[in-house]
């Protein structure tokens, strides 16, 4: 079947502008996550969501991040205000409930000038 | 502080020979590991896992042994091939600290196979 995708798979943006990555899990998939890799760097947590709910936001890095979930399964993570500092691969990931292994998309690499 | 470590930057080995991936971790409250590949400008693939209460799990060419009283674990990789060649992520997880299921990940060791 499908994997996870993610759109777009390159965003370059200019300093201060507001960004959206979207993600789309895995049918069926009820948990679902966000990471980030900065350059050189291993894979960072950012949110978790366990259907629309995100009960674990506690790797987003600022207030400038957000992330939002609908109908269970297409999500969104939102930068406001773009930082050079946010430069990364944004990655999601789904997981079939009541299972360990986490499947991730091909990743949203931003480049904040 | 880095709960997951992977001291190897990099590693090279020759076609046919045996890799060896390391990973060492200072939580002892994870229960579950995890083995990603990564190739460029992709997102990592699952390879294999392991649950604490095992100390290996074989899945073809890919072993993974863990060492809970060393808090380490391994991946071989036998007999290697050339399009083995990527980035290995090791990635742990614990069900005592936090039902979420997240990740851990260590920073990842470049494996290169050369024909």
């Known amino acids: 079947g499908a994997g996870v995708s993610q759109s777009p798979s390159n965003k370059v943006t200019e300093k201060g502008k507001d960004v959206e990555l979207r993600c789309d899990p895995i049918?069926?998939?009820?948990?679902l996550y966000w990471y980030r890799q900065s350059l050189g760097q291993g894979l960072e947590f950012l949110i978790y969501f366990q259907g629309n709910s995100a009960p674990d936001k506690s790797g987003l890095p600022s207030d400038r991040f957000s992330a939002e979930r609908t109908g269970g399964s297409v999500s969104t993570l939102t930068i406001q205000r773009t930082q050079q500092e946010d430069s990364a691969v944004y990655l999601c990931?789904?997981?079939?409930?009541?299972?360990?292994?986490?499947?991730f998309g091909p990743g949203t690499r931003l480049l904040v000038l | 502080d880095q709960q997951v470590k992977q001291n190897s930057p990099s590693l090279s080995v020759q076609e046919g020979r045996i890799s060896i991936l390391n990973c060492d971790y200072t939580n002892s409250m994870f229960d579950y590991f995890l083995w990603y590949k990564k190739y460029p400008a992709e997102g990592p693939t699952f390879l294999i896992s392991?649950?604490?209460?095992?100390d290996k799990n074989e899945d073809g060419r890919f072993t993974v042994f863990l060492n809970k009283s060393a808090k380490h674990l391994s991946l071989h990789i036998v007999p290697s091939q050339p399009g083995d060649s990527a980035v290995y992520f090791c990635?742990?997880?614990?069900?005592?600290?936090?039902?979420?299921?997240?990740?851990?990940f260590g920073q990842g060791t470049t494996l290169q196979v050369k024909p």
């Open positions: 990931a789904s997981r079939l409930r009541a299972t360990e292994t986490q499947y």
């Open positions: 049918s069926g998939h009820t948990a």
């Open positions: 392991i649950s604490s209460i095992k």
């Open positions: 990635a742990a997880s614990s069900a005592y600290t936090s039902n979420t299921g997240k990740l851990i």
